[in-house]
């Protein structure tokens, strides 16, 4: 079991640009998450998907969108980058809401 | 509403004991304590829910007082594999089922 992976690891960006952030997870789990780090200012939610089929906005969602693609994939997706969006991108997925959630390894994303 | 950590930093020579506080604003359902160490993602460390039922880890232990709407972690005896950031995440009575994160609480255990 390769657990929540994301990709890519790295990205550097210029003010304007698109991308999207894939995550995926190989445990069978209803939710998905998306969450940014900035220093200082732990976790902060951006998108969430109870369960496929459903997408709901975190607690920062402005200049993000999100896609479930089917149960195991959730995007993330940056349509025209600011340096604001500068940080650390983990997704992570859980059996349902409320239950422990199973982070990936991150994406770290500047923007120029 | 973020919950409010405390204390910011710890730092501790191995063997030492450790607390750390989580409290909202919010009556809360449940608190969950995640520890992340330097450069990797979060990984679970234990759930408390409402009613006082507790799921996660043995070597560390964890209350969660409804009435003042706080939830305690306490480290003891650490050992080096104890470092790291740890955060608390809150559910509140009423709202969805996502727990919203502290800003985290980065502990330091010295030889």
């Known amino acids: 079991n390769a657990g929540v992976t994301q990709t890519p690891k790295f990205q550097v960006l210029k003010t304007g640009q698109s991308m999207t952030l894939q995550c995926a997870q190989d445990?069978?789990?209803?939710?998905m998450y998306w969450y940014r780090q900035d220093p200082g200012m732990g976790l902060r939610l951006i998108y969430y998907?109870?369960?496929?089929?459903?997408?709901d906005k975190g607690e920062v969602p402005n200049g993000y969108n999100v896609s479930r693609l089917n149960k195991r994939e959730f995007s993330l997706r940056l349509e025209s980058a600011a340096p604001s969006q500068t940080s650390v991108y983990f997704c992570a997925s859980s059996k349902r809401e409320g239950d422990e959630q199973f982070f990936g390894p991150g994406t770290r994303l500047t923007v120029l | 509403q973020q919950p409010v950590q405390s204390p910011q930093a710890v730092i501790l020579r191995e063997g030492e004991d450790a607390v750390i506080n989580c409290s909202s604003s919010k009556a809360l359902y449940s608190v969950h304590w995640y520890r992340q160490k330097h450069g990797e993602a979060p990984v679970f460390l234990m759930i408390l829910l409402k009613g006082g039922e507790q799921k996660g880890h043995d070597k560390i232990s964890a209350s969660f007082n409804e009435k003042k709407q706080q939830s305690s972690l306490y480290l003891t005896a650490s050992q080096l594999s104890y470092s790291g950031t740890y955060f608390c995440g809150t559910e509140w009575k009423g709202g969805s089922y996502i727990p919203t994160f502290g800003r985290g609480t980065s502990l330091i255990v010295h030889p």
């Open positions: 445990m069978n789990h209803n939710s």
């Open positions: 998907s109870a369960s496929e089929g459903t997408t």
